[in-house]
């Protein structure tokens, strides 16, 4: 398959959720190659290290990939903890050409679920330092942003799979965060999708989304 470069070479880096791998992202990267974009997508060690360690080590490479490529725009799509890389690394760096953020099932106000796990030894075994700075309180991280640039649009899970958590929230949510917590209130644009948080960025819909914000700021409503 022949893949269009576009004129004006836009760059999008991926950010995959805590505990994951860039695998959980190929889908995107190859839907977006085929459209035209140049694509970085690594894996990060996100149970190693706080969300400022990840932040700082990390999206450097990616910045510095699409430097390389000559890219004129640079995009960043995340899913969970990725977002709040993201926030993280803006709050002390400027990014040259960051134009659009498209967030998937963000924690940008915390989790219900860090809040309720934090402290376990189990959980803090598993999902490392990051994990333990997810909750929803005023000293967690999500919290402590200010706000961010760039064009930022949220795609925000409304199903869940996951049972076990289902009593720990009031309103909608994806099993992991609750709709209400993925918003910011600079963001362009929200949407509501019919996906779980383990697996929204693998939905054909969320792709078709994804690439309409690329395009047009708005997500097709």
């Known amino acids: 398959m022949t893949i269009f470069i576009k004129p004006d070479c836009e760059c999008v880096i991926l950010l995959h959720g805590l505990g994951r791998t860039a695998a ?34 990390h999206i450097i490479k990616g910045l510095r990939q699409c430097q390389d490529w000559g890219a004129t725009r640079i995009h960043f799509i995340t899913h969970s903890l990725g977002g709040i890389l993201v926030r993280d690394y803006l709050q002390t760096h400027k990014i040259r ?15 219900e ?52 958590f289902s009593w720990i929230f009031n309103g909608t949510n994806d099993g992991k965060v609750s709709t209400e917590a993925a918003k910011l209130e600079e963001m362009d644009d929200f949407l509501l999708v019919n996906h779980g948080h383990t697996f929204i960025m693998n939905g054909d819909d ?10 047009n700021s708005r997500f097709r409503k």
């Open 206 to 215: 969320v792709i078709e989304q994804i690439l309409h914000f690329l395009g």
């Open 113 to 164: 679920v860090a809040d309720k796990l934090k402290g376990n030894f189990f959980f803090k075994r598993i999902m490392g330092p990051a994990g333990q700075q997810l909750g929803t309180g005023k000293t967690d991280k999500p919290k402590s942003f200010k706000p961010i640039p760039g064009t930022i649009g949220i795609l925000a899970g409304i199903k869940s799979y996951e049972p076990w």
């Open 24 to 57: 959980s992202m190929e889908k995107i990267k190859k839907k977006l190659a085929e459209a035209g974009f140049l694509v970085w997508n690594q894996t990060y060690p996100s149970r190693k290290f706080t969300i400022e360690e990840l932040a700082e080590s």
């Open 97 to 111: 050409k960051l134009d659009k953020i498209i967030m998937l099932a963000p924690p940008n106000h915390g989790s």
